[in-house]
């Protein structure tokens, strides 16, 4: 049987384009790309490119640096606070809605003697401005908001946020790692952090943007590669993979919107019913979090065996722990546990969208009933 895949925040399908840049790097371009001699320098000019094509959609006046993911970038940004200690600067602030990357590793550093609050946010999702501004002194090191989230889809004002941050001296990281290729990504920020497999491209790598004058410490330690920060042999092919899908988002983004929005309004239509949970207006319309009162998901899963879709996060489904992001919006344990997130792709048909949501309301009719 096959299968309607509607997870696209939890990861793209490959571009073949990206494969095909891939390839040759997994066959006869092997060489490590620290290396002087000729293959070596080949690879290093083709990771460069690379670097060229991701640093291309984001804002001038910073280095982009290769990491293994999102996650290990965003624990790199992280670790600019650990310089602002000893200024007096021992306090962070990040979105309660931000992904577990942001969020868990924030309160680690409340437990390493940092003061970490998470800001709230209102029903609709989204950051409750004078709440943050009310917080922000002297004392604050750095200031945390994803500019789409991963649960709800809603675009934080993160230029806004930035501006403010930055008016009481703190830093500004933006987890941008569902809105990079997709939607512009403001040039306010201090720090941003993106992913490859949610671009269609390859899984195992992700870049952090740091902006020139900020001092990001080593996170791993080793042979001084990647610019001195991140130590560790570079992958030509997964950086090639990262560049690739980074090129190709930005020649097919216009084209990509339209098809994704066309997608979004089929849903919308077909999930009538439904509740939309997040902002309806600042949204990415690619993400479609929806609820029905009384539902089951756990059951609405393994009933519709022919959609791949999810009850939130895919980082956070195997933990056991319900939606941190629904919570924050104000929603109960039921209702959170009535909620499924539909992600909506380049590779997706107005086809797939019908019969997924035919499949899928004819579940929750049967177990409503």
Not at 112 to 131: N, R
Not at 212 to 233: A, N, Y
Not at 245 to 254: D, L, N, S, W
Request: charged letters at 20%; proline letters at 5%; one cysteine or more.
């Amino acid at each position: 049987m096959s299968i309607i895949y509607l997870d696209n925040q939890a990861t793209t399908p490959l571009a073949p384009e990206a494969l095909d840049a891939m390839l040759p790097w997994l066959k006869e371009n092997f060489g490590n790309p620290h290396s002087s001699h000729v293959m070596g320098r080949q690879a290093a000019a083709a990771v460069e490119v690379a670097r060229e094509q991701v640093a291309a959609m984001l804002p001038g006046g910073g280095r982009v640096i290769f990491t293994g993911s999102a996650t290990e970038a965003i624990n790199m940004a992280l670790g600019a606070v650990k310089s602002m200690f000893g200024q007096g600067r021992e306090k962070i602030a990040v979105v309660d809605t931000e992904h577990a990357a942001v969020r868990d590793t924030a309160l680690w550093y409340g437990r390493q003697g940092y003061e970490t609050t998470l800001l709230p946010v209102d029903p609709q999702g989204l950051v409750k401005m004078e709440d943050m501004e009310a917080y922000l002194s002297p004392k604050t090191a750095l200031v945390g908001a994803m500019l789409v989230n991963n649960e709800i889809g809603v675009i934080q004002p993160v230029g806004k946020i930035a501006e403010r941050a930055h008016r009481s001296g703190a830093l500004m990281l933006c987890d941008a790692v569902q809105g990079f290729g997709r939607i512009d990504v403001p040039e306010q920020p201090d720090m941003i952090a993106l992913s490859g497999h949610k671009i269609y491209g390859p899984k195992g790598i992700g870049a952090l943007w740091v902006r020139d004058d900020i001092d990001v410490p080593p996170l791993i330690h080793g042979g001084g590669q990647e610019q001195g920060i991140r130590s560790g042999t570079l992958s030509p092919a997964l950086c090639i993979g990262l560049g690739a899908a980074a090129k190709i988002c930005e020649e097919r983004r216009v084209a990509d919107m339209a098809h994704i929005i066309t997608l979004a309004e089929t849903a919308h239509r077909l999930f009538g019913d439904w509740t939309v949970n997040g902002s309806l207006d600042q949204r990415y319309p690619g993400n479609l979090n929806i609820r029905r009162d009384g539902l089951d998901v756990g059951r609405l899963m393994s009933d519709v065996r022919g959609v791949a879709f999810s009850a939130g996060s895919a980082c956070a489904s195997g933990s056991g722990r319900p939606s941190h992001v629904l919570a924050a919006l104000g929603l109960t344990p039921v209702q959170i546990k009535s909620s499924i997130r539909l992600g909506f792709g380049r590779y997706n048909s107005v086809e797939e969208v019908e019969q997924a949501a035919h499949l899928i309301n004819e579940a929750a009719e049967k177990q409503l009933s």
